[in-house]
């Protein structure tokens, strides 16, 4: 995958609020499973799976093994970070 294209794929899967309050409680909780997320977020099965599908398919969040726990890549945590000193630099 291009530089160009993984970072549309970031952009976009971030820009959803719901996918970004998930890839932020990852980052935040280290190792977290379906049944928390769901819960925590107060989703259906098949609604979860599809932002954590997006988040992984845009390199957010990995799953080391099937039915596992997700964690933040080291991409998602950059990202993250980046907004997070971005968000202080535009509210000086």
């Known amino acids: 995958m291009s530089d160009v294209k993984l970072i549309s794929k970031v952009l976009s899967a971030l820009s959803h609020n719901t ?3 998930i890839a932020r409680y990852v980052q935040k909780n280290k190792k977290v499973g379906f049944k928390e997320l769901k819960t925590k977020f107060n989703l259906n099965s098949n609604t979860l ?3 954590l599908r997006k988040l992984q398919d845009a390199k957010i969040i990995v799953q080391p093994t099937k039915r596992g726990a ?3 890549s080291k991409l998602g945590n950059t990202m993250l970070t ?3 000193e971005l968000k202080l630099k535009t509210t000086r």
Do not use: Q
Request: hydrophobic share 40%; charged share 35%.
């Open 19 to 21: 996918r970004f309050k």
């Open 49 to 51: 799976r599809f932002h």
């Open 70 to 72: 997700y964690l933040i």
């Open 82 to 84: 980046f907004y997070d």
